[in-house]
């Protein structure tokens, strides 16, 4: 569907001084994006005084993703920042998934996290799952995640929790990784177009590289664990990928390829990645996490990482692939 729908909204075409010149994307996301749904949008542009200039279809399956091009009255970052919270009070009580961001950016680098991100669940867990701390662990990432505690010393408590272990298990580990659906096409898809796609992650080194290596990533960030005479010290070794080090990592990723924060985009999870989400031209919650929605630009709840490329401005391929 592109043929464009001229002034739906009622709204003058010409905005003078204060005009949205550049435009906005309004990128729509549900199951099935109903009539019902689709007018109360369009609805919700009306009363913000949106000029709706064209629509297009970006996913068809398994979920619906439309996404129209708008033009917005008064200053475009008030006017921005208005359109966004009428849009996201939409999407409460609805299955559905609403952005807002200015239609020029052209993201040249992605940022992903890894664990629940990248991958399905926290391959932490899985480390210690060798060991009588497994329970322990799982509970206190979920509560690192939604930061009810301090991330960085639950790292530190964590990494406690797999001393002894042989290093070896890292490695096993790597090779039980589970790509999270729609993984695979979102990273290729990037990847044609010549964005430089990287993992930043507070996840280990030996667990994380061989899947950067797999996917043919230009990057990966993570963390380290030492070893000593083959076995886990239980300690993490040089500096720590948190939340700060995690945004640091993005402002020096954006300066080796000479691009501007705004040409970058980044996708996490966790409470510890709001802050490479904030700095990022276009942060990505893959969680229905509040705090870390709250945090991001946009939003997705709908578990397929492929849905990011709308957000991107790139349509979802038809041909879906899972694996490599």
Not at 89 to 99: M, S
Not at 265 to 291: C, E, Q, S
């Amino acid at each position: 569907m592109t043929a464009p729908l001229r002034r739906m909204t009622g709204a003058p075409a010409a905005h003078g001084g204060d005009g949205d010149e550049a435009g906005h994307r309004v990128t729509v996301c549900a199951p099935r994006v109903s009539v019902e749904l689709l007018g109360a949008v369009l609805h919700r542009l009306a009363a913000e005084s949106g000029t709706v200039t064209g629509v297009r279809t970006m996913a068809s399956r398994p979920c619906t993703v439309l996404e129209l091009t708008v033009r917005l009255l008064g200053p475009p970052e008030r006017a921005e920042s208005s359109v966004r919270a009428s849009l996201r009070a939409l999407t409460l009580g609805r299955r559905a998934d609403i952005a807002v961001q200015r239609a020029d950016r052209d993201h040249r680098l992605v940022a992903f996290d890894m664990d629940g991100t990248l991958i399905r669940g926290e391959s932490l867990v899985r480390l210690a799952a060798a060991t009588p701390h497994a329970e322990q662990v799982a509970a206190v990432t979920e509560r690192a995640l939604r930061g009810e505690v301090d991330f960085a010393e639950a790292l530190h408590a964590r990494a406690r929790a797999l001393a002894g272990l042989p290093a070896t298990v890292l490695d096993r580990t790597a090779g039980e990784l589970e790509l999270t659906p729609g993984a695979l096409v979102a990273v290729r898809t990037l990847q044609a177009r010549g964005v430089r796609v990287g993992i930043v992650t507070a996840g280990f080194r030996r667990v994380a590289e061989p899947l950067a290596r797999a996917l043919g990533l230009d990057f990966c960030v993570a963390n380290e664990l030492e070893t000593v005479d083959g076995r886990l010290t239980g300690r993490l070794a040089g500096d720590l990928v948190d939340g700060p080090a995690k945004a640091a990592a993005v402002r020096r990723l954006a300066r080796r390829h000479r691009l501007p924060l705004n040409a970058c985009a980044a996708v996490g999870d966790g409470v510890n990645d709001i802050d490479m989400l904030r700095i990022a031209g276009l942060g990505i919650a893959f969680t229905d996490r509040p705090r870390v929605v709250a945090a991001a630009d946009a939003a997705l709840s709908f578990g397929r990482l492929d849905l990011v490329l709308p957000l991107l401005g790139i349509p979802v391929p038809c041909t879906v692939l899972d694996h490599p």
